[in-house]
């Protein structure tokens, strides 16, 4: 079974409004942490938020958002007035296990986000 | 500061050849990682070094051999490379296991 899911392979969103990019995740592990990141097409991953399993409140950094729901076993990431400058791949991403011992961060397939004018 | 430098940015090696990529992070961090990117797919971890020990190591063909020579750098060493080996080589670190990983603008591989 996939760990991570991006449904969404393509997105439009015009400039200045919010969009939201969807991810659903599968672990048993009750310590995991969640991550997004933006690959412009350049090629560099660019690290953006994090979600810990254990975080009572969802993460923001600037104009991003990450809208947790646990029970869900979703991690959407919203970005707010968007700018031409966002168009690039976005991937959600999982570890499992706690922070400080060695693991792997699975990425899902990622969603191209475009935005226009 | 959250750079993460990677060389050379493009390399083309012949199915015979040696060669080396680096990585170097100045930050810190005490654990790094190797990825490798197909186009138009995520990256694919291929090693974890932890305190400078090589913790993970995803079944990556022993043509590929990474080593840390200390807390800072990161090789990965390429030899008798098949052409299905192109592809984006990604380094990042992480100040621990576990949190959120920089990465570095990587390699652009091409074995002919």
């Known amino acids: ?117 | 500061d959250t750079e993460v430098t990677q060389t050379p940015k493009h390399l083309v090696m012949g199915m015979t050849n040696k060669k080396s990529l680096k990585c170097e992070q100045h930050m810190g961090h005490r654990a790094m990682y190797w990825y490798k990117q197909k186009a138009k797919k995520p990256p694919e971890l291929m090693f974890v070094y932890s305190y400078e020990k090589l913790s993970i190591n995803e079944s990556v063909p022993s043509r590929f051999s990474p080593e840390c020579p200390n807390s800072s750098l990161l090789n990965l060493h390429l030899h008798a490379l098949q052409p299905e080996d192109s592809a984006l080589y990604l380094c990042a670190s992480s100040q621990w296991p576990g949190l959120e990983q920089y990465f570095g603008p990587g390699t652009r591989l091409t074995v002919t």
């Open chain 1, 1 to 117: 079974a996939q760990k991570i899911t991006q449904t969404q392979p393509g997105m439009f969103v015009q400039e200045k409004e919010a969009v939201t990019l969807d991810c659903t995740y599968d672990t048993s592990d009750p310590s995991y942490g969640l991550f997004w990141y933006k690959q412009p097409s350049s090629g560099e991953m660019i690290f953006l938020i994090y979600q810990g399993s254990y975080d009572q409140q969802n993460a923001t950094e600037g104009r991003y958002s990450l809208n947790f729901q646990k029970a869900r076993k979703s991690a959407n990431l919203v970005i707010s007035a968007s700018q031409l400058g966002d168009s690039a791949m976005y991937f959600c991403a999982m570890r499992e296990g706690y922070t400080g011992t060695a693991s792997k961060l699975t990425f899902g397939t990622g969603t191209r986000l475009q935005v226009t004018l």
